[in-house]
């Protein structure tokens, strides 16, 4: 039962451009949601994050977004940069539960 | 500072054999939890210990599996019996009481199971 869906396993964007990488989630309990990213043989970072009473949490070039109707929230990444080219995983997180459900993660290439 | 850190980073074992996992937390994280990722697939919840509380152990997929955290600090994993659906890399996480969603991960220690 994944209740943290990533449909897109990978994902191509030229530098530059904006990227938006996706995530849907099947538990009406999940309140609180982190992006993490992830470099080959190192551990996940965390990116960003959003809690269930915003639609949106801005940081730099990195913004999340939080459709709670549609258990949808998507990250976006402008301008993108080569360096962001890593996996990125969504978490969710329920009130008062302090393990994170993560998505299958999309690997982001950025094109020079 | 120090972030997380796990040893060892790659281990080869056999099926049947019994392996250990340790990791060292950030200092002062009260917070640490354990995750696998099996190839092609997310991180997958295993344990996580929280202060002087029981261990909340609802991800562990067996009872091979099992976990310690002494002294609040350290932490070993240890599956018994490898099988090689065990292979996978476990990674170890740690936070800080009140930011626990804001996990701090170490490189993972990569088991292959032959």
């Known amino acids: 039962d994944q209740q943290v869906k990533q449909n897109s396993p990978s994902l191509s964007v030229q530098e530059g451009r904006i990227s938006i990488l996706n995530c849907d989630y099947t538990?009406?309990?999940?309140?609180?949601f982190l992006w993490y990213k992830k470099y080959p043989a190192e551990g996940p970072t965390f990116l960003i994050s959003i809690s269930s009473i915003k639609d949106k949490n801005e940081d730099g070039r990195f913004t999340v977004f939080l459709n709670k109707s549609a258990k949808h929230l998507s990250l976006h990444i402008v301008p993108s940069q080569p360096g962001d080219s890593a996996v990125y995983f969504c978490a969710a997180s329920a009130f008062g539960n302090e393990k994170l459900t993560f998505g299958t993660g999309t690997r982001l290439t950025i094109i020079p | 500072g120090a972030g997380v850190s796990q040893s060892p980073s790659n281990k080869v074992t056999e099926k049947g054999k019994d392996v250990e996992l340790r990791c060292d937390p950030i200092?002062?994280?009260?917070?640490l939890y354990w995750y696998r990722q099996s190839l092609g697939q997310g991180l997958e919840f295993l344990i996580y210990?929280?202060?002087?509380?029981?261990?909340?152990k609802s991800g562990l997929p067996s009872d091979r599996f099992s976990a310690e955290r002494t002294g609040g600090s350290v932490s070993t994993l240890t599956i018994q019996r490898t099988q090689q659906e065990d292979s996978a890399v476990y990674l170890c996480a740690s936070s800080v009481w009140g930011t626990s969603y804001e996990q701090y991960f170490g490189p993972g220690t990569r088991l292959t199971v032959t």
């Open positions: 200092s002062g994280h009260t917070a």
């Open positions: 210990f929280q202060g002087n509380s029981a261990p909340d």
């Open positions: 538990n009406s309990m999940f309140d609180y």
